[in-house]
C-alpha cells in the first residue's frame, strides 16, 4: 500500500501556486486599466500645459488660473511680468499662467476645496 498522507503537502504547494496566480491576475489586469485610463492622459495633458508654459512670449496676451487677465512683457524661468493696465505690472509665477486669452485654458484650475 502506498501512503498517500506523504503526497498532500506536494499537491498543496501546486495549488497554492496557482491560486497566486489567479489572485494577481486580476489585479494586473486592474493596474494596467488604471495606468491606461487615468494616468496616460494625465500625463498628456501635463507635457501639453508645460510646452504652453515654455512657449510663453513677451505680447501674448493670457489669463492666469486666479482670473487675472493681462499682456505678457517679461518672461523669466520663475516669473512672468504681466501688464495688466496702464503702467501696471505685475510678477506671477510661470505656474500660474492658465491659458491664452478668448480659448480654453490650457491649465484647469486646481480645486482646493474642502
Do not use: H
Not at 510661470?94 to 474642502?114: C, N, T
Amino acid at each position: 500500500m502506498i501512503d498517500t498522507t506523504s503526497f498532500q503537502p506536494v499537491l498543496a504547494q501546486g495549488a497554492s501556486g496557482q491560486s497566486l496566480l489567479v489572485t494577481m491576475l486580476p489585479m494586473a489586469a486592474m493596474l494596467l486599466i488604471f495606468y491606461f485610463l487615468l494616468l496616460m492622459p494625465m500625463r498628456k495633458r501635463q507635457k501639453k500645459v508645460e510646452a504652453f508654459r515654455a512657449a510663453l512670449k513677451v505680447g501674448d496676451r493670457v489669463i492666469t488660473t486666479g482670473g487675472i487677465y493681462g499682456q505678457v512683457t517679461r518672461v523669466t524661468d520663475v516669473t512672468v511680468q504681466l501688464q495688466v493696465a496702464d503702467k501696471v505690472k505685475i510678477d506671477v509665477a510661470r505656474a500660474s499662467i492658465g491659458g491664452y486669452q478668448g480659448q480654453d485654458p490650457v491649465a484647469q484650475p486646481e480645486s482646493g476645496g474642502l
